[in-house]
């Protein structure tokens, strides 16, 4: 029996989940949480075998979660799911450990074959993660300016690229102002862009966001 944890901040996600995962005998959801802490506890009190997060949760986010997951319990399987594109969050999730990643879009059996493959040790890599895997190799995406940025700078980066303001970003991500002026600073500086404008072009020109969003 593969012994799940769901940590996702919405009920009614977490219920969605659950149904879908009736159809499956040998998967057992042993825990649910709303955000990363939880998570957490869930995950120190044993039992799991594979946690499912998702990406956007209140406080420290999925990325958070995850690399402290890895760090604490380097054999727990972390899938990563999320309603972003693959090309914006599955390469970094991959790098960080996760053993695969979904958009939430996804068919429930691709859901549940993830799941397995997770609880097997294996990394799951959907046909959608296969074509940004291809694209990264194709451009040797490393060598890209935002592939340079840390995972703190690339979460205000992609917030700037949104459009929120220092102050939004700063509540959004318990940081004091100054402390996201300076990420700001060295974010502009590593991906050549001069303000705010420019940082929001380049995200949509390396599709990171939608030109809808910028």
Known sequence: MIRLLICDDHAIVR???RQILADAPDIHVAAEAAD?????RCIR???IDVALFDIALPGRDGLDVLKQARAEFP????LMVSTYPESQYALRCLRLGAAG???KSADPAELIAAIRKAAQGGLYVSAAVADTLACAVRKDAGDAPHERLSRREYQVFRLIAEGKSLSQIAAALALSLNTVSTYRAR???KIDTRNDVETALYAVRHRLVSAAVA
Not at 36 to 40: D, K, N, S, Y
């Open 15 to 17: 219920r969605g989940f």
């Open 45 to 47: 009190a044993g039992g």
């Open 187 to 189: 974010i502009m500086e």
């Open 101 to 103: 990643y979904l958009n």
């Open 75 to 78: 054999k727990l399987a972390v």
């Open 36 to 40: 990363g802490p939880e998570a957490l």
